[in-house]
C-alpha cells in the first residue's frame, strides 16, 4: 500500500535525484557503456566498402562467395536494479543509501532514455519489474522498494542471479546494490558478467566493521535473530566481512559517505 510517507519519500529522493544525476552522469554516463548495444541485424553478400573482418567465412564457404555480418548499435541501453532489501540492510543508514542510489541510477537510465528494470530479493526474489522507458516507470520503482521493503529476511543473492538469468535474455547494465552478507553466488555472478555488464555497489556501515572498546556488548542478528555476545572490555573487536566480493566493477560506499563522488570516480575510470 502507497501511504502518504511513501509518497514524501520518493518526492525528497525524486528531487534529490535530478540533482545529483547532474553531478554523477552528466558526460560519463553513456559513454561509460558504449558497445553493449550491438545487436546482429543481417547476413548480406559482400560489397565494396566492407570490412574484411565482417566476412562470415562459414556462409562464404557455403555459398562460394563472399557474405558479411552486420550488425547495428542500439540506441537504448536495457539497465537492470537487483536491490537487496533484507534486513541486514535495516542496519544504521543502509536503507536510505541503497533507496537513493536506486533511485538515481533508475531516473538516469530514464533521462537517458533507457530501458530500466529491477528484482527486489532476500532470501527469495520478492518483486521482479520487468525493464521499460519513461520516468514514471523509473518512480514506479522506488515505489515498490518502499513497499517490498518490509519483507526481507535472510539474503541469497545467488537465487536472485538465477532468476535474473533465467528471465533476462537480453544483454543488460546490471547494477547490484547490497551489503553482500551473503555466500555461495560466485559462480553464478561470474558466469552472468560473461554476458552483461555487471556492477556491483557495496553499502555498508562503519559500527558494523568495529565494535568500540570499553563494555560487554550484547548483539542480535538482524537476519536470524540469533543473539552474541562480545566482550570489549580491554579492546575494541574489528569484524571482517569474509563474504565481500571481488569483482573488477566493485563500488564500495559506506552509508554516512558521499557516494556521488565514488560514481563519479567509477564512471570516469570506465569512459
Same mark, same amino acid.
Given at each position: 500500500? !502507497? ?5 514524501? *519519500? ?49 556462409? #562464404?564457404? =557455403? ?11 542500439? /540506441?537504448?541501453?536495457? !539497465? ?21 542510489? #536506486?533511485?538515481?541510477?533508475? !531516473? ?6 533507457? =530501458?530500466? &528494470? ?30 517490498? &521493503?518490509?519483507? &526481507? ?14 528471465? #533476462?535474455?537480453? /544483454? ?5 546494490? $547490497? ?13 552472468? $558478467?560473461? *554476458? ?13 566493521? *568495529? ?6 556488548? !550484547? ?5 536470524? &535473530? ?34 556521488? *563522488? ?10
Amino acid at each position: 500500500m !502507497v501511504t502518504k510517507e511513501i509518497i514524501k *519519500k520518493i518526492k525528497d529522493i525524486e528531487i534529490k535525484s535530478e540533482i545529483l544525476i547532474q553531478e554523477i552522469f552528466t558526460g560519463n554516463y553513456k559513454s561509460s557503456f558504449r558497445g553493449n548495444g550491438i545487436e546482429f541485424e543481417e547476413i548480406r553478400e559482400y560489397a565494396e566498402g566492407d570490412e574484411i573482418r565482417d566476412i562470415d567465412w562459414n556462409v #562464404t564457404a =557455403r555459398q562460394n562467395r563472399p557474405f558479411v555480418k552486420k550488425y547495428r548499435e542500439e /540506441r537504448e541501453l536495457n !539497465v537492470f536494479l537487483m536491490v537487496d532489501i533484507s534486513k541486514s540492510n535495516r542496519f544504521g543508514k543502509i536503507f536510505e543509501k541503497i533507496a537513493e542510489i #536506486t533511485a538515481v541510477i533508475a !531516473v538516469a537510465a530514464s533521462k537517458n532514455r533507457d =530501458r530500466v &528494470g529491477a528484482l527486489f530479493f532476500s532470501d527469495k526474489v520478492e518483486k521482479f519489474i520487468p525493464a521499460k522507458g519513461g520516468k514514471k516507470h523509473a518512480l514506479s520503482i522506488l515505489e515498490n522498494f518502499f513497499i517490498e &521493503g518490509d519483507m &526481507g529476511s535472510t539474503t541469497n543473492l545467488n537465487s536472485a542471479l538465477e532468476y535474473f538469468e533465467k528471465c #533476462t535474455k537480453r /544483454r543488460s547494465v546490471l547494477f547490484i546494490i $547490497s551489503d553482500f552478507l551473503t555466500e555461495g553466488y560466485e559462480k553464478t555472478l561470474k558466469r552472468i $558478467s560473461m *554476458k552483461h555488464d555487471v556492477i556491483l555497489i557495496n553499502i555498508k556501515e562503519k559500527a558494523m566493521e *568495529k565494535i568500540v572498546k570499553g563494555a560487554i556488548y !550484547v548483539l542480535e542478528d538482524l537476519e536470524t &535473530g540469533e543473539i552474541y555476545e562480545a566482550d570489549t572490555t580491554f579492546s575494541a573487536v574489528n569484524i571482517e566481512n569474509q563474504m565481500a566480493p571481488k569483482h573488477k566493477n566493485l563500488i564500495k560506499v559506506y552509508s554516512d559517505e558521499d557516494y556521488v *563522488k565514488k560514481l563519479k570516480i567509477f564512471f570516469r575510470r570506465r569512459k
